[in-house]
């Protein structure tokens, strides 16, 4: 079945450092491929997304790039900031299907 | 008010208590969807409502009972839950199958 691996957590980072959070998916075809923010007692918000082969979502400094070849949406940014911490999770859901499919989240800490 | 709100945010009730959480979405969607997030635990997919008729039920247990009057508004009635059904319970709603969901903040349900 289909499944998302995400990178354990907790993830700690000064500030200004660059980021990356490792998403794999297992799955056949081609899903669509999403990265959801979760802020400290909110709901999940929609990062970016990416809907085919070598798409590049990008949002407020943040990018994935989808890549077919390794089953592959990793979480970039340049440079965290102090309120980019949060919890990130990658998802994904196949045409015509209502079902999206998440990893477990990667809960990211950035100090001053 | 903009995007998908929920209330209460917050519910304390005990085992025999019949409680429901309110659901309501401005953004014209048609499909309205209720999710479990407990910690520790990937986000669980409860039931998915498109154009008022419930299309997925994932084998949750029936002292949860969703309503759906229209495609605005999405309900999840409570009676006798048991305190490992304390958790996060989020509703999102999305324009149609496979698309971005958007998700509201969430109720925080305790149950003593």
């Known amino acids: 079945g289909n499944s998302v691996t995400q990178m354990e957590g907790p993830v700690t980072l000064s500030e200004e450092a660059f980021l990356t959070i490792n998403c794999t998916y297992t799955a056949t075809g081609y899903p669509s491929l999403f990265w959801y923010v979760q802020y400290p007692g909110e709901g999940l918000q929609l990062l970016l997304k990416?809907?085919?082969?070598?798409d590049k979502g990008s949002n407020k400094g943040f990018e994935a790039t989808y890549r077919k070849e390794t089953t592959s949406f990793h979480l970039e940014k340049g440079s965290v900031q102090v309120s980019d911490s949060a919890v990130y999770f990658c998802a994904l859901i196949w045409a015509g299907s209502y079902q999206l499919t998440f990893g477990k989240g990667t809960k990211l800490s950035v100090i001053p | 008010e903009t995007g998908v709100t929920q209330t209460p945010r917050h519910l304390v009730m005990g085992m025999t208590n019949k409680k429901s959480l309110k659901c309501e979405q401005h953004?014209?969607?048609?499909?309205m969807y209720w999710y479990k997030q407990s910690a520790k635990k990937p986000l669980e997919l409860m039931f998915v409502?498109?154009?008022?008729?419930?299309?997925e039920n994932n084998s949750v247990p029936s002292r949860f009972s969703p309503e759906c009057p229209n495609s605005s508004h999405l309900f999840l009635h409570l009676h006798t839950l048991q305190p490992e059904d304390s958790a996060l319970y989020l509703c999102?709603?999305?324009?149609?199958?496979?698309?971005?969901?958007?998700f509201g903040p969430g109720t925080r349900l305790t149950v003593l």
């Open positions: 409502y498109n154009f008022k008729e419930q299309t």
């Open positions: 953004l014209g969607h048609n499909a």
């Open positions: 990416a809907t085919k082969a070598d």
């Open positions: 999102a709603s999305s324009r149609q199958a496979h698309d971005e969901q958007f």
